[in-house]
């Protein structure tokens, strides 16, 4: 049986998304099963959120998502397919159309995805001027890429898992500030003391068995 705090968490990532219920939640992936992942992405739902919702890789397939969406979504690695390689002259071609302000959609029809711009070098804020949103920029760069490239924890934490967000280089303060519990950051390896001096209150901390006291037992 689920417990009350598993179900308020899994209604409180659905209206986070702008979804009213789990029933919408699972007539938008049973959507999207058949329409593209693209439909869950463009909500800010991908396989960290929705593992948190009880969609499991083999829930997934069984609603008849396909290799390549479950990728996109994060739930299968990306590997580049054969097609998407890059033939002779391809990245000089994608960069004179990035040169000659090419928006996405005129690289599209040429069959050039993000992921053939990303391999003939185009930085991101060219991508972006070319019209390309940052839940397509996420399907091809590293969090770390991206939060380098500008974008904010806010933004990022509807596509990166909380593991990634802290590889990136958020410290546990940008954590709390995006609206991550103590438990969140424990479970994302950031340790006690980076958790203590995040600016929790003291009631947050005495309610995860934490204190005030930052002293470093490393240092001792």
Request: glycine share 12%; with cysteine.
């Amino acid at each position: 049986m689920e417990s009350r705090s598993t179900e308020n968490r899994r209604l409180e990532i659905c209206k986070s998304v702008g979804l009213k219920s789990e029933a919408e939640l699972f007539q938008l992936v049973s959507k999207a099963a058949k329409a593209g992942a693209e439909l869950l992405l463009q909500k800010g739902l991908n396989s960290a959120k929705l593992g948190e919702l009880g969609y499991t890789l083999p829930g997934m397939q069984k609603l008849g998502f396909t290799t390549d969406g479950l990728q996109q979504l994060g739930y299968l690695p990306k590997t580049q397919k054969a097609e998407e390689s890059d033939g002779p002259g391809e990245p000089a071609v994608i960069r004179q159309m990035i040169a000659d302000r090419c928006m996405s959609g005129e690289f599209l029809i040429k069959g050039y995805t993000i992921h053939h711009l990303k391999r003939a070098g185009i930085p991101v804020g060219d991508l972006e001027r070319a019209g390309f949103q940052i839940h397509e920029l996420a399907t091809a760069f590293s969090c770390g890429e991206l939060r380098r490239s500008g974008y904010g924890i806010r933004e990022l934490k509807r596509f990166f898992r909380g593991d990634e967000l802290k590889s990136a280089g958020f410290d546990a303060t940008d954590m709390r500030n995006a609206g991550y519990s103590i438990k969140d950051l424990l479970r994302f390896g950031y340790n006690e003391n980076q958790v203590k001096t995040a600016g929790f209150s003291l009631n947050e901390l005495s309610r995860e068995g934490l204190t005030r006291q930052t002293v470093d037992r490393m240092k001792s």
